[in-house]
């Protein structure tokens, strides 16, 4: 009966977030885009709370893990709004929700979101914690190279300089890949078909996005 019941869970949490995705990539093509891009945070918050309902929240260190990746994201994305050295000189725009000094909250759950997912996959392929490390601080990277692409569009940042510097990508994989080496012990693969579908309506929104709208 427990099985089954996680089985189905899953399945619906998979549904869920694909739903989402489709719906918004057929909105935008049919003309919509205005009415689903501010629903972005809305979105996240979703994935993210089946993320916790998919997850053994109750172990201290996966819940750590998340404390710990908002914390040092929301940190090093203070700091480099405000001082340009850390990923360039960029700013965010008003539809990622409510902000702090200049950064929305809703981008320190999306670094919690994307460590712990990436740890989640990356441990599902290897054992190692350094490899684990490499890969997870990949895939982050690999997904931000093509939300770059629709962040201005959607008002959610934009760099003062075109194309994004590559100071922005390394950045990224440094800061990842410290996140990741910390957690790396922590995080079981308890809910790694969830991540891997989270990660990959995320790559698909974002490639789906600039195919229909660039």
């Known amino acids: 009966m427990r099985n089954f019941f996680i089985d ?4 619906l949490s998979i549904f869920i977030v694909w739903l ?3 719906s918004a990539l057929i909105g935008m093509a049919l003309g919509y885009e205005a009415w689903f891009i501010p629903k972005t945070p809305l979105n996240l918050l979703i994935g993210f709370g089946l993320l916790l309902w998919n997850t053994e929240i109750d172990n201290i260190k996966v819940s750590a893990a998340l404390v710990i990746a908002f914390v040092v994201g929301m940190g090093v994305e203070i700091l480099g709004v405000s001082t340009g050295k850390i990923f360039g000189t960029y700013a965010y725009g008003d539809h990622l929700g409510p902000k702090l ?3 929305p909250y809703m981008i320190g759950i999306y ?3 994307l460590v712990v997912i990436t740890s989640f996959i990356a441990r599902s392929i290897v054992n190692h914690w350094m490899i684990i490390s490499v890969i997870g601080a990949g895939l ?3 997904l931000d190279l093509f939300i770059e692409l629709m962040a201005p569009r959607f008002d959610f940042w934009e ?3 075109h194309p994004v510097p590559i100071q922005n990508y390394v950045s990224w994989f440094v800061i ?3 996140l990741h080496l910390l957690v790396a012990k922590w995080v079981t693969v308890s809910s790694k078909q969830y991540s891997f579908h989270l990660y990959l309506t995320q790559l698909v929104f974002f490639i789906g996005s600039y195919l229909i709208l660039v």
Request: aromatic fraction near 22%; charge should be neutral; proline fraction near 0%.
């Open 111 to 113: 670094w919690a979101v």
């Open 101 to 103: 000094l200049d950064v």
């Open 8 to 11: 189905h869970k899953v399945n």
């Open 20 to 22: 989402f995705v489709i």
């Open 159 to 161: 760099f003062a300089l």
């Open 176 to 178: 990842a890949f410290g």
């Open 140 to 142: 982050m990277v690999f």
